[in-house]
Structure formats: C-alpha cells, structure tokens
C-alpha cells in the first residue's frame, strides 16, 4: 500500500492506494480515504497532515504483512507440558474493556486514587471485579482467581480488592454522577421519564445487624434482606440506585435518591414512572412540580379495585371507551366488541379525579388534594392473557385440595392458595374435627370482573398513546433486577462489613451498564442468555512468541461483536503484536 493524493485549488486530499490484479492487469484501487489536509489537522489535532498520512500508510502495511504472517507451530507427543504454566486465556472480556474505557471509568479511578493514600492499582481491580461479576459471578475471592483467566493478567492480591472496597463505597456518590456524566458524551441520555422500582437481596445469615434486616423478601426467604431502590431511564440503562435497610418502607426510599440526582446529576426536567406499591400521595407531591429550576411530574400504576366505588363502576363501564388512534369520535361498548377484529386493540376514557392523601413533611403530616388524570384501557388480549394465568393458578390450587396440602391464612396476590376456602366448623355451628378445603369461587368472580383492564394516573397532560407507551416501559427495570439476581448472581451477599456491602452493589450497577451499552452496540438482537455465553467462551490458546489461536466456534454472534467494536479475533492465530494492539484499542 502507498500513499495517494489529490490537488484542488483550495486544498490536497489524501487516500491509501493500493495496486491488485484484476482480469489480467494491475489496477489501482482506493484501501481508505484519509481527508483532506483542515480535516486531518482538526480531527487527529496535528500540523502536517502529510506525515500524519504517512504514518498510517507505514501501520496498515505492518498490520496487512501480520495479518499474512504464517507461523510453524511444531509440538511433540513426548514433550511435558511446563510446570504451572497457563495456555489458555479469555479474550470476550476485550468487549466489556472497551466499553469500560468509553464510559471513562479509569479517568473516575483517577481521580479517586489522587484523594486517597493507596498504593494498589483501583482500574485494574474495579474492572476486574466487573469484568468476572458479567463472565463469572462469584464471591471476592473467586473474583481474584477468575480474573487470572484473562488475556490480561491481575496487578493486584487478594488483600488489595477487600481494601479498595471500602474506598469504592466512600465514594458512591461520586462513581454514580460522574458515571452518569461521562455516559452522556456517548450518547445523549433520554431521562425525559426516569423509571424507578424497589428488590431486596438476601444473606445467608441468621440474625439481623445494621442494614441487614428481616422484611418481604421478593423471593419469600426468611432471611435478612437489604432493599435496593433503582433509577432507569428510557434505554434501560440505570442512572443512579441506594440501598437501605430491609426493613425500611420502599416508598420512602425514592425522594432522597431523586433529590440527590437533582442535585448531582444535572437533571431538572422529567416524568417518573413507578408501579402502584411506590406511588404514595407524598412521592406524588414532590413530582408535581413545574417552576423556572426544573419541571418534574409522574406516571403511576393505579390498581382499580383501590379505588372508591363510584370510580371502580366508571373505570368498568361498558360504554364510553374510545379507540387508540382512532381521532374520528367513535365512542364503544365493551359488550358489542367483536372477540377476533378487536383483539388487538386497545380502548381508553379519561377523566380527572380527586385524591386525598397524607403527604410527610419535616414539620409532620398533612392532608392535601391530589388532582390527576385517571386513565383506563382495555384491551381483549390482555383479557384473555390475565385469565389464561388465573386458570393455571386454579388448576394448581385444585390438585392442593385433592392432596390435602395445608393451607395458610396470609395468601399473597399470585398465590393459588389465594382461592382455597377452608372451613373448621359444622353446618350446626360447632367444631369440627377434620377440616374441608375447596376452590371459593367468589374468589374467582371477584377476579374476573376486572381482567382486560389496566389503569394509571398522572398530573401531565400530555396525549394518552405517549403516556400509555411510556408506562409500557416498566418492565425492562424489572428486566434490570433479574439480570442483577440471575445472572451477575448479586444475591445472596457473602459480604458482612456494610461499606464492603455497598461496594459489591457498585460494581453490580456499574456491570449492568457495562453489559447494557454492549447490548446497544450490538443493535439490541441479542439478549443476554446468547451474548454472555459467548463472551465467556472466547478463549485462546498462547504459543509463547508467536500469539493466540482462537478455540471458541465464529458465529454471527462473534462476527456482530467484531464488526460493532471495530477489532477482530476470528483468525487461525493472532500475532503477538496484533493483539496487543487489540488491547491498546479497548483501552482508547
């Protein structure tokens, strides 16, 4: 390859040329085009555009004369392999590491270590410990031993990561805001509506102490729990989160942790969307808010049968509902809706209501008047998906009565036993020895007259298709937890000291938005059940001075992560040189 360019009046222009054979005689064909002289100047921030050009000419010849290199591999049956000496290595981490230096996470260790009297290197054991937490989840320990599989190898002991925990934890706040900064010049963060739920985590302990306290668990263990409160904008990408005790009110815990992201996070305007457990009259209070500093309102989940009589009897009316879309006027009836053409659409009203509600104040509680928008849709599908659950639920709670499982009082709202009626006496009235259990179905009528409908409130005023979409929403936080729970492992918590506590949900938030711009950068076709396989099965087996040959299968999964973060690894054999260079590039 050489050097090529083109004179105008105003400027030269420079490209990368490079001479093939083609049907019998040599032709000259354009490898890159380079920019003209102001472009390359301004771009690459040099004053000679030429020998800029130059220099990439000479590195794209050397990666082309690696890229053809063949090595002789010679390996002998009665050779012994070296003592202790590791051959195998992961290289998927590369992805995770390129993403980890976009978001500008050594720069935040940087600045840490300069506020703290500390020897040990904090980027290489923060992102380690989010690397393993995505490729291997496992306790510290572990950690420390799995990051040795890496191309990579540690900086750091074992005792070095308990120490840096605590400093991670000291500096929470700072790791989330300068986090949430340093995304924005990736790309623009949509926080115009902010989604914010409540999980808790278990111990494997038996007493409680500090933020370790006994509460629901979401996993009904009888365990000590923490909670954790999370901020999730409309990507999927987590903003800001807290942990608190467990045995704290989740709707308590959302106002300090937003008014921190106002403060920090240089956030004024948005609309918060929780579920109906977080949408106390105090939460709505604080989100009715629209002056010169900001504007801030609320999209909340509004459970019918909550509702005062008058407004439960509206809400399922039969007439009066309007079509989504349809700007012509119409006005239907739930009773002439045609169960196949209307499957799939959905049907509204609206009006505005009046709540009265405790709102806590520094000086103690109050009474105010709420006023929102009540909005109510039907949908014929999501009829037919509540009571196709129900009727599993059902067939489950018959086979515990044709058992004789016991039965308890307390029944939660998913739970079967929910439609199981013992009785314990007589029809005389008296004891009776034996107890019957049966399905109640009053239970289940009760139930029925509310499937296919689904209500929120808010204070905006916006129109319902944009309301109701950024409801719609939700579920991906919920997605957030799974993910945290399920496969980064995050629970149960082995740690005890509560800074170090902290410090291990640092690095599963940290992870979460690692993994989710990798999803971003893969166009978000893949789910994580098919990236993280994988991620952790890009290994590589090292020829000392020669380089590392692939041993994972290329697929379009690996080609699609080739291709979105501009390196490839899918060759017979990756030259020394060459991967260094790989590594050098996910750390730009």
């Known amino acids: 390859m050489r050097l090529g360019w083109a004179k105008t009046k105003y400027s030269i222009s420079y490209c990368v040329k490079k001479t093939v054979y083609v049907n019998g005689k040599n ?25 800029w050009a130059k220099e990439q000419v000479r590195l794209m010849n050397e990666a082309e004369k690696e890229d053809a290199a063949k090595f002789n591999i010679e390996l002998c049956a009665g050779t012994d392999l070296v003592m202790d000496e590791q ?8 992805f995770l590491q390129d993403v980890y230096y976009e978001l500008g996470l050594h720069k935040i260790c940087r600045a840490i270590s300069g506020r703290h009297l500390f020897e040990y290197d904090l980027n290489n054991i923060l992102s380690r410990l989010i690397y393993t937490r995505i490729l291997y989840p496992s306790s510290k320990k572990s950690s420390f031993e799995e990051s040795k599989r890496f191309i990579e190898q540690p900086s750091f002991e074992l005792h070095d990561i308990y120490r840096a925990l605590s400093v991670i934890a000291e500096e929470s706040d700072y790791i989330q805001s300068r986090l949430f900064k340093n995304s924005t010049a990736i790309q623009k963060r949509n926080t115009q509506v902010i989604y914010y739920d409540c999980t808790n985590f278990y111990f494997e302990i038996d007493s409680a102490e500090d933020d370790k306290q ?8 009888p365990l000590p729990i923490v909670g954790m409160g999370l901020f999730m904008d409309m990507e999927g990408i987590p903003i800001s989160f807290s942990i608190y005790p467990g045995n704290r009110n989740e709707q308590m815990t959302m106002i300090p942790l937003e008014k921190k992201m106002l403060e920090n996070f ?25 002056g010169e500093d900001g504007m801030r309102a609320y999209i909340t989940t509004q459970p019918i049968k909550t509702l005062k009589e008058f407004l439960q009897e509206w809400c399922m009316a039969d007439d009066g509902w309007t079509l989504n879309g349809d700007d012509s006027g119409k006005i239907y009836k739930i009773s002439e809706l045609d169960d196949e053409q209307d499957k799939d659409k959905i049907f509204y009203k609206i009006r505005w209501i009046k709540e009265e509600g405790i709102v806590h104040t520094d000086r103690g509680d109050k009474k105010q008047i709420i006023e929102q928008k009540l909005i109510v849709s039907y949908s014929i599908k999501y009829r037919n998906f509540m009571r196709h659950v129900r009727e599993g639920q059902i067939e489950r709670a018959i086979k515990m009565v044709e058992s004789g499982e016991k039965t308890i009082n307390k029944k939660k709202q998913n739970d079967p036993k929910r439609f199981i009626k013992t009785d314990h006496a007589t029809s005389d009235g008296e004891i009776a020895n034996l107890s019957v259990s049966y399905i109640d179905k009053s239970v289940i009528y009760d139930e029925e007259k509310y499937d296919g409908f689904y209500a929120v409130c808010t204070n905006l005023d916006d129109n319902v298709s944009s309301i109701v979409k950024a409801n719609k929403r939700r579920w991906e936080i919920e997605e957030c937890f799974r993910i945290m729970k399920t496969d980064f492992e995050a629970s149960p918590v082995y740690l005890n000291r509560q800074d170090r506590i902290l410090a291990h949900f640092i690095t599963c938030f940290i ?8 999803e971003k950068k893969l166009d978000n076709k893949y789910t994580i059940d098919q990236i993280l396989p994988v991620l952790q099965e890009m290994d ?5 001075g020669k380089g590392y040959q692939p041993v994972y299968t290329r697929t379009g999964l690996t080609d699609a992560l080739h291709e979105a973060f501009g390196f490839c690894t899918s060759k017979q054999i990756v030259p020394v040189a060459k991967m260094r260079n790989i590594i050098s590039l996910t750390k730009k």
């Open 27 to 51: 032709t000259d064909i354009v490898v890159r085009r380079l920019g003209s002289e102001k472009q390359i100047c301004e771009k690459y921030g040099v004053t000679d555009a030429k020998a």
């Open 540 to 544: 590589f087996m090292k020829y000392e």
């Open 266 to 290: 240089d956030m004024s305007k948005f609309v918060v969307c929780t579920d109906a457990g977080l949408s106390s009259a105090t939460n709505r209070v604080f989100n009715s808010y629209d």
């Open 214 to 221: 006994f509460g629901k668990s979401k996993e009904n263990r």
């Open 87 to 94: 051959r195998r290595f992961n290289g998927g981490y590369l």
């Open 511 to 518: 992870a979460l938005i690692v993994y989710r711009y990798v």
